[in-house]
């Protein structure tokens, strides 16, 4: 018999249990994000120490062969765009408004479901402790592919899919790449 899901976290709890089984071989790090938000009813607040969910796009361009990276500001590397959920549960709406609050572009979600999920530390910064991000990623499909860069990056480019590892190691990045092109090799999005 499972517990009723807390009223806020309702939405992402569903979720999740749908990544969970689409993608068992991701079955400790979603376990990992399923305990936390139940046992958290602060995780959508960035000053909650223990962690926090946020909220990340994969924003593809209209053709659907390149991705918008951002060269962050903070973190000093190349990243996905997203950020913080500001105590917002809507964790769709969060990253919607990330994708288009950092890139200036228009963007429409794909799916209404997951793409990917990462939990990663940050790293102490000024008055800001060590803490996790438990990152919750859609896919995007951006309405033109003409962006402007925010505060937050460095800079913006579009990074054709065959050239991402020119742009980054990170394996959370490579993973979303390597599900893009199933993806897209299986069905047309």
């Given at each position: 018999m499972s517990l009723p899901k807390p009223m806020h976290r309702?939405?992402?709890?569903?979720?999740?249990?749908v990544y969970a089984h689409e993608h068992?071989?991701?079955?400790?790090?979603?376990?990992?994000?399923?305990?936390?938000v139940e046992q958290y009813e602060r995780c959508f607040h960035n000053d909650f120490w223990a962690g926090h969910v946020t909220g990340s796009a994969w924003v593809v361009d209209p053709d659907r062969t390149r991705v918008l990276l951002t060269h962050h500001r903070k973190?000093?590397?190349w990243l996905q765009?997203?950020?913080?959920?500001?105590?917002?549960?809507?964790?769709?709406?969060?990253?919607?408004?990330?994708?288009?609050?950092?890139?200036?572009?228009s963007v429409e979600c794909l799916s209404p479901?997951?793409?990917?999920l990462d939990i990663h530390e940050i790293p102490a910064r000024k008055n800001d402790p060590a803490h996790f991000h438990f990152d919750v990623?859609?896919?995007?499909v951006a309405?033109?592919?003409g962006f402007k860069v925010s505060s937050e990056s460095n800079?913006?480019?579009?990074?054709?899919?065959?050239?991402?590892?020119?742009?980054t190691e990170e394996e959370s990045i490579l993973r979303m790449q390597r599900k893009w092109l199933g993806l897209t090799a299986s069905t047309r999005l």
């Open positions: 309702r939405k992402l709890l569903s979720l999740l249990d068992p071989e991701e079955v400790e790090e979603t376990q990992r994000f399923i305990n936390f973190l000093g590397k765009l997203g950020g913080h959920s500001d105590g917002d549960p809507d964790i769709v709406a969060v990253a919607t408004r990330e994708a288009e609050e950092e890139s200036g572009l479901e997951i793409f990917d990623r859609f896919a995007f309405r033109t592919d800079q913006l480019a579009w990074v054709p899919m065959t050239d991402l590892r020119q742009f």
